[in-house]
Every structure is written in C-alpha cells, then in structure tokens.
Nanobody, 124 residues
C-alpha cells in the first residue's frame, strides 16, 4: 500500500510559480514511477508529467513543457512538481499518482495509488 499526500497548491497570478509536493508513505516508494495529473472543472483528467523510479526517464505533456519540472527524492519519499510561468488555463486540481512497471506513463489507468489532490488557481 502507498498513501500519497499532495501539498503546495494555492492562488497565484499569471506568470507566477508554485512548488507542488507529494509525500508518500511506505518503504517501497523508490520502486514506483510517479505521475502528476490535473483536472479542471468540467474537463477530463489530464496528464501533466511523470518520472520513473530512478528519475532517469521523465515525460511531460506538450502544454507544460518548458514551464513545469518534475523531480523526486527517494530518500524523502517525495515527488515534486515545480510549476512556473503559470497561465489561467493551468487552473485545476493537481493529483499525484504511483504505478509500477513500464508502458505509457501518460495513461492514468495503470496508476494504482492516488492522492487527494491540491488546488492550483491562476488568476489573470
């Protein structure tokens, strides 16, 4: 079992930055790939970024490339999402998720564990 708790969301102006964190319980965190997804009201859940267990492989949605950075610290059982140059369209609840194995990290179905989400609101 892995429990995930996100933090770091908030209200920022367009162009601002936030650092989202996702703290994981359990001793097997380093064996999981981690992903960040987001969901805006009335919209489908959307892939944002993912990182494999070692940090050697990283993936981003096209809409966030160059603005968001995913990283992880296995010693702290934590994955981060640095979000810069925020736009109003980035407004959403951001979720972190954990999965094992390879494949398409942008597909939310294989993720076994999810956090409760943290709200990011970007004002224009």
């Amino acid at each position: 079992q892995v429990q995930l708790v996100e933090s770091g969301g908030g209200l920022v102006q367009a162009g601002g930055s936030l650092r989202l964190s996702c703290a994981a319980s359990g001793r097997t965190f380093s064996s999981y790939a981690m992903g960040w997804f987001r969901q805006a009201p009335g919209k489908e859940r959307e892939f944002v970024a993912a990182i494999n267990w070692s940090g050697a492989r990283i993936y981003y949605a096209e809409s966030v490339k160059g603005r968001f950075t995913i990283s992880r610290d296995n010693a702290k059982n934590t994955v981060y999402l640095q979000v810069n140059s925020l736009k109003p369209e980035d407004t959403a609840v951001y979720y972190c998720a954990a999965r094992r194995g390879g494949g398409d990290y942008s597909d939310y179905v294989p993720y076994d564990y999810w956090g409760q989400g943290t709200q990011v609101t970007v004002s224009s």
